[in-house]
């Protein structure tokens, strides 16, 4: 099967009335106030494109997104930005949108990959006959990554009702798009000054939950109780059953073992879980997080004691799985593409040697493409998701009481 067809759009805004500016000073049928964002089509120019969105982990939060798109520019000089004579120009600058998407054999709708904004073009000259610019991107998180806020108020709330208060407050003013969860943990009144991401990745702490950028440019905010799957969506495997693969790893080691869980919010104590039984195997090994925003000491303690159970064992799991999409029919390249963070999704491998198969139910934690004209690759980082969810009812997977956790 034929890989995806790529499409690479970036939004120049020429048009834009500004004061004092010698191009775009002038109100006329090119200079309109407000302008206006058109995605212009460069695939024809593209050599390749490489995405990382996620985190490495789920202990970590969500990392801003990136994506690197290289383009050839020898014919015309036409992505430089100090061509004046080029077709883009003045539109060529930081923080104009980006939008990197694909279509898959016999679809009309394309399928997103990244969505965001430049943060740097980069010309090359690797000899006198060639010139090559490199794109640097970040998703929306560089925008609020970019936000310093003084004295920011907001009252007592469920953790999804502060983010949207804090996205919506007059120093803040996000204008893109959003999926807000209510939430399920009350966070305090807060009167905050400094970095508007990281007071925001503080209430994702603070819930347990995920605060990510989608594909499409779309800012979520997903609760405890959301941010887990409870089925897999899609499912891979190595013995032709299902969706395949070119590779997937399995640590077993000590970077997810905490038997002391040490939490504190502001303005309560530390609320700490131990487990003696993890210390006598594995040593003493310390989590801890400060400044949560929670608005009880018994909420952070609840968090704690769930944040143990998680974490004080060495379980088997897988961490990544890489694959090349073109070699799956275009119905799986679709279930493929369409996976977003938090997703589920099973993994089977049969171990040569061993006989019998593993098969780990996962969260997808983190998706990373690298494409060219000879390739498209995706590597997903995932978590083991019966070591991450919560214990529910009539739920053949996550159902049991001896292995999953209770909710708090």
């Not at 969105?53 to 000089?77: H, K, P, Q």
């Not at 990244?114 to 929306?140: E, H, I, M, R």
């Not at 209430?203 to 979520?220: P, R, Y």
């Not at 919010?265 to 989590?287: E, H, N, P, T």
Request: with cysteine; net charge negative; glycine share 6%.
């Amino acid at each position: 099967m034929a890989a995806p067809t790529l499409r690479v759009r970036f939004g120049f805004v020429p048009n834009v009335f500004t004061l004092d500016d010698a191009i775009r000073g002038t109100l006329s049928t090119s200079n309109v106030l407000g302008g206006s964002i058109t995605l212009t089509d460069v695939t024809s120019f593209v050599q390749s494109v490489s995405i990382n969105r996620g985190r490495s982990r789920d202990l970590n939060s969500f990392s801003s997104g990136s994506c690197v798109i290289n383009l050839e520019n020898s014919a015309d000089g036409r992505f430089n930005p100090a061509n004046a004579s080029g077709p883009y120009f003045p539109g060529i600058e930081p923080l104009i949108e980006v939008v990197v998407d694909c279509l898959v054999a016999g679809e009309s709708t394309y399928t997103n990959l990244f969505t965001g904004f430049v943060t740097d073009w980069l010309t090359q000259y690797p000899n006198k006959t060639t010139s090559k610019v490199q794109v640097s991107c970040s998703d929306a998180f560089v925008k609020l990554a970019n936000i310093e806020v003084s004295s920011l108020s907001a009252s007592s709330s469920p953790s999804g009702t502060m983010i949207s208060s804090i996205l919506s407050n007059a120093q803040v003013q996000f204008s893109g798009t959003s999926s807000i969860d209510t939430g399920i943990s009350t966070m305090q009144s807060i009167n905050k000054s400094g970095n508007v991401l990281a007071l925001l990745q503080e209430i994702e702490k603070s819930e347990n939950g995920a605060f990510f950028v989608g594909a499409d440019g779309t800012l979520n905010f997903r609760d405890r109780h959301s941010s887990f799957a409870t089925t897999s969506t899609v499912i891979f495997s190595d013995d032709g059953s299902n969706i395949p693969y070119l590779e997937v790893n399995q640590p077993v080691d000590d970077d997810l073992i905490f038997n002391v869980i040490n939490l504190k919010r502001d303005g309560g104590s530390v609320q700490s879980a131990i487990d003696l039984a993890s210390q006598s195997k594995y040593l003493k090994r310390v989590f801890e997080r400060s400044n949560l925003l929670n608005s009880t000491d018994s909420d952070v303690l609840a968090a704690a004691e769930y944040l143990l159970a998680k974490y004080k064992d060495a379980l088997p799991r897988f961490s990544s799985m890489v694959l090349n999409i073109d070699t799956l029919s275009a119905a799986n390249q679709l279930s493929v593409l369409g996976l977003e963070m938090n997703d589920g999704i099973k993994i089977e491998i049969t171990p040569p040697g061993e006989g019998s198969q593993i098969a780990r139910e996962s969260v997808v934690d983190g998706v990373s493409f690298a494409i060219s004209p000879d390739d498209f690759v995706i590597r997903f980082n995932v978590s083991d998701a019966q070591n991450v969810a919560f214990f529910r009812l009539d739920s053949a997977v996550y159902g049991q009481l001896d292995d999953d956790r209770l909710s708090y």
